[in-house]
């Protein structure tokens, strides 16, 4: 049995810490540390004290937090053998990789918030923590504030997880909300979420589903315990989905959702990113606003699902928190480096091709008899079964109708829909959702 | 710094595990163990066994497992030095209390799914196991399957936790949801839970809400980081709760529903279990049949919720073995007992009269003039402000009418009730239940 070397003593019974970064999460984790100050030593034994907080504009940092606190020196941090915390919310790919490198090569614990790097690189960063026998937290890279990834990689660890939904971009959420319950189009709901500050001045990262194909990558590594980056997922985001889509989706008894998904299957796993048709008594569908949710199945457990908010100054905060207290009695024991990368797996993703899905199609075309039989052919010939068939309206020589399919393999529905897309009755394929 | 005493190591890599009983919930963690037998080299760096299983009765469990497994001795349990992890799932008050501590006494960990005790008893046990440097972990005594728990310990320790709402009992959800979609009566859907086997032969502890009180005095004390047992929950059951209810429940745009609410404020800790008008928006609102959710709110993360399969086999078991695998973990990294009690403080509980309400009141009354007049008064002259005042029907010689009040100290409101009751012209207070 191997007994881990064991870190120096600490100081006057005080953890100190660096932060890197003073921008919303960086502050919020600076809020909660200092409101948990009188209940630090009874519920860990110890202290904890920000040491040195490392910003690029020393001066308008400083109208946030003691001056002295302040750097903008990332070696007198890396340097200080009294800092046995970093806590990383800068954001962004670089420095951001390299700090946190050198901070677990330097014996230093890291937590972090940042998806976009673990999401592509985490496994060199979970190496470095192994080798140096420290922690390495992410909790708050997914889905702000809401207790996820612990809750998998222990409470749920006596499961094969079979599937996780999760609604994890707070933005979309909040997007699709006001067009479901205020018949808003899409680029008035982005207007008003960019007003109300819940989408940023660039949305792309949000709104074609890059940020949450981040989270579903972090979340099927530790599901499946098999690495899956973020180039592994398949995205669509929400900027064709129509207030139409959603009034169709509810007299159908549904809502659409963007949502990661993620499954874990005989042939490999499934990740992917899109809009989705989920039934209206699903708990996932009365997830609404800017909060999140994610759903795991389990074999033992079955159906859970955590809720809350999904990002925001202080609910990240609880997250970084939370792994920062963790850590704090880790040390504590002496048994930092005892949770780490759990993918010990090599399962290969399935391209999307190959996945099975039910879909939603919303199309326009000719009002005359054959066209009916037309569209129904095509989909008989590439092994696409249709579950209903609904004639919506008509207007002048159009009809308007929506197609649900059975579960169908992908690429026999791509083919239907080149085919469809040629044929001079069809007017338009106004809409292609998948359904869960 | 403290230096913990380390425990022996591991014979031949392998931690071995004693089952105390073979019930419904030991069956299931037997069963998931196996299913995980692939899994724990690779995942926890060792492999678990179970060497023994204590049953009453040696003919009927060898129907289930390998005759070698079992024994109705505890003393070759507790004085086998190679069985490392004692798991807990015989239910009750004694023995399992005594076999508990004689196992953490004699270094063993334990996980246990006992409500019973801990809510009443678990100082004593949490004790033992910090004196033993031993885990002592429960996960699954409250809310089954759901990671609840863990999180409140360590995902949302940067929090201060200022009000849990549970639906912790499957049995009395499951009889409110077909009282509120089929429109039964109470009766008719406790016999078809019975049938059913959600309820049991005697449905009391669930009914009267006395499973939920063990619960939500569980969850109170890890969230507000004092100790709360059973006897401080004030409870009422669902017993009274009739269709016609939930039916002027639904007018108002509410659903009700059995939870245990605990709340910290800055007179102290109130905590209570009854049914309860919640708005249909809210999140609890959607978690039907014998669904459990815990809705956590907490100054840094906000709202937050927890849902899942709160009772069942597998689901009690997913949580048992989440608990031994990490003890596993702890084992190898020498630092079981690192996640302990977290009751640090002495809050006082409120005395349920001192709590502030609102109330959904339904009356039958005479239907003359002068009796609003009456009513009203009396709630005026105790304080008691009216949010709503609706007549529903009349029937006869009689009027139903249902009051809502603002919020109300409890002692207030029962003064009225009390007057209320002596009054010729109220032929009957039908209902009187707490709005969240």
Redesign the interface.
């Given at each position: 049995?191997?007994?881990?070397e064991?870190r120096t003593?600490?100081r006057d019974?005080k953890i100190q810490i660096a932060l890197l970064g003073l921008g919303t999460v960086g502050t919020?984790v600076y809020k909660?540390?200092e409101?948990?100050k009188e209940?630090m030593l009874?519920?860990l034994g110890v202290e904890l004290e920000v040491k040195k907080i490392l910003v690029r504009n020393l001066e308008k940092a400083a109208a946030k937090v003691d001056r002295s606190l302040l750097t903008n020196n990332w070696q007198e941090i890396v340097e200080d053998e009294e800092i046995d915390i970093v806590i990383e919310v800068m954001g962004g790919m670089e420095p951001a990789r390299t700090y946190m490198l050198e901070a677990l090569r330097a014996g230093k614990n890291v937590v972090t918030a940042n998806k976009d790097l673990i999401a592509t690189d985490g496994k060199t960063l979970m190496d470095a923590a192994k080798e140096a026998q420290r922690d390495f937290f992410f909790?708050a890279s997914v889905a702000g504030?809401?207790?996820i990834i612990?809750?998998l990689k222990?409470?749920?660890?006596?499961?094969?997880i079979s599937e996780i939904v999760g609604i994890v971009n707070g933005t979309t959420n909040f997007i699709l909300t006001k067009m479901t319950e205020e018949n808003m189009e899409f680029d008035e709901a982005l207007a008003l979420a960019t007003k109300l500050g819940y989408a940023e001045a660039d949305p792309t990262a949000d709104i074609e589903g890059l940020d949450a194909a981040r989270k579903i990558a972090i979340l099927a590594s530790i599901a499946f315990?098999s690495r899956v980056t973020f180039s592994d997922v398949y995205t669509e985001g929400i900027t064709k989905v129509t207030a139409r889509d959603i009034r169709y989706a509810g007299e159908m008894g549904c809502v659409i959702k963007l949502v990661g998904v993620a499954r874990s299957t005989q042939t490999g796993i499934e990740v992917s990113v899109h809009p989705m048709l989920i039934d209206s008594?699903h708990?996932l569908a009365?997830?609404n606003d800017s909060?999140n949710a994610v759903f795991v199945h389990?074999?033992?457990?079955?159906?859970?699902?955590?809720?809350?908010?999904g990002a925001?100054e202080?609910?990240t905060?609880?997250?970084?928190?939370?792994d920062?207290?963790?850590i704090a009695?880790?040390m504590?024991?002496?048994?930092t480096?005892?949770?780490n990368c759990?993918c010990?797996?090599t399962i290969p993703v399935k391209k999307m091709d190959d996945i099975v899905s039910r879909y939603f199609m919303r199309l326009q075309v000719e009002d005359r008899p054959g066209v009916l039989a037309g569209v129904t052919s095509v989909f008989g010939n590439n092994n696409v079964s249709i579950e209903q068939f609904i004639q919506k309206r008509k207007e002048g020589t159009l009809a308007e109708i929506v197609v649900i399919t059975e579960e169908v393999v992908e690429r026999n529905f791509n083919d239907s829909l080149k085919i469809l897309r040629t044929m001079s009755m069809i007017k338009e394929i106004s809409a292609v959702i998948r359904v869960y």
């Open positions: 049995m191997l007994r881990k064991k003593d600490m019974n919020g909660v540390l409101s948990q209940e009874p519920k909790e504030g809401i207790p612990r809750p222990q409470s749920l660890e006596g499961n094969h315990n008594r708990p009365s997830v909060y389990g074999d033992a457990v079955g159906d859970t699902m955590f809720y809350g908010r925001g202080l609910p905060a609880s997250a970084v928190v939370g920062v207290f963790d009695k880790n504590l024991y002496h048994c480096g005892h949770v759990t010990y797996k």
